[in-house]
Antibody, heavy 119, light 108 residues
Framework: EVQLLESGGGLVQPGGSLRLSCAAS????????MNWVRQAPGKGLQWVSS????????YYADSVTGRFTISRDNSKNTLYIQMNSLRADDSAVYFC????????????WGQGALVTVSS | EIVLTQSPGTLSSSPGERVTLSCRAS???????VAWYVQKPGQAPRLLMY???IRATGIPDRFSGSGSGTDFTLTISSLEPEDFAVYYC?????????FGGGTKVEIK
């Protein structure tokens, strides 16, 4: 059974940094692209970033480019996102999601980590 | 960037009714690389359909998808109580892998 468990969320001041982790199990982690999707309170889903299985290819939404960095450690079956220069509009639940092989659609999701950016 | 516009924003229906949700893309989506997800309050989204018309594992056949190019639809042939939720479309043709704004299906 695929399991994705996010951690690292919390309250951070504007301009601050936070790193989220997503521990994966139940599948061959390095085979699949992985993703971060966020959802602001009461709002819709927003794709944030994706990374290929090897980590060689990364993609970002314009709103986070230059501030967020996605990475993965295939030896630890863990996905990360480093978030710098955080703004109030980055406040959201951040979901880790596994891709179907060879694509960037999301067939398994974690339960999410809440990030609140506020002074 | 491909912008996805979902309509209606909210759909009020009764159990047993047939409903159709729309997802319109600002430019053509190649290979029909459109997926649909459903999300219930307090839960993570769940994959319903991909390739515009292929049901994900375990999805009942009352759900069907269609469309190509810029216009895609999700149809629920007979609403069950558990179907009242928010539905999102997503294009995975090219980055940014955008979502539509969602359609909330509520009980009339």
């Amino acid at each position: 059974e695929v399991q994705l468990l996010e951690s690292g969320g919390g309250l951070v001041q504007p301009g601050g940094s936070l790193r989220l982790s997503c521990a994966a199990s139940g599948f061959s982690f390095s085979t699949f692209s992985m993703n971060w999707v966020r959802q602001a309170p009461g709002k819709g889903l927003q794709w944030v970033s994706s990374i290929s299985g090897t980590g060689a290819a990364t993609y970002y939404a314009d709103s986070v480019t230059g501030r967020f960095t996605i990475s993965r450690d295939n030896s630890k079956n863990t996905l990360y996102i480093q978030m710098n220069s955080l703004r109030a509009d980055d406040s959201a639940v951040y979901f880790c999601a596994k891709s179907i092989i060879g694509s960037y659609l999301f067939d398994s999701w974690g339960q999410g980590a809440l990030v609140t950016v506020s002074s | 960037e491909i912008v996805l516009t979902q309509s209606p924003g909210t759909l009020s229906s009764s159990p047993g009714e047939r409903v159709t949700l729309s997802c319109r893309a600002s430019q053509g989506v190649d290979y029909n690389y459109v997926a649909w997800y459903v999300q219930k309050p307090g839960q993570a989204p769940r994959l319903l359909m991909y390739g515009a018309s292929i049901r994900a594992t375990g999805i009942p056949d009352r759900f069907s998808g269609s469309g190509s190019g810029t216009d895609f639809t999700l149809t629920i042939s007979s609403l069950e109580p558990e179907d009242f939720a928010v539905y999102y479309c997503q294009q995975y043709d090219r980055p940014p892998f955008t979502f539509g704004g969602g359609t909330k299906v509520e009980i009339k």
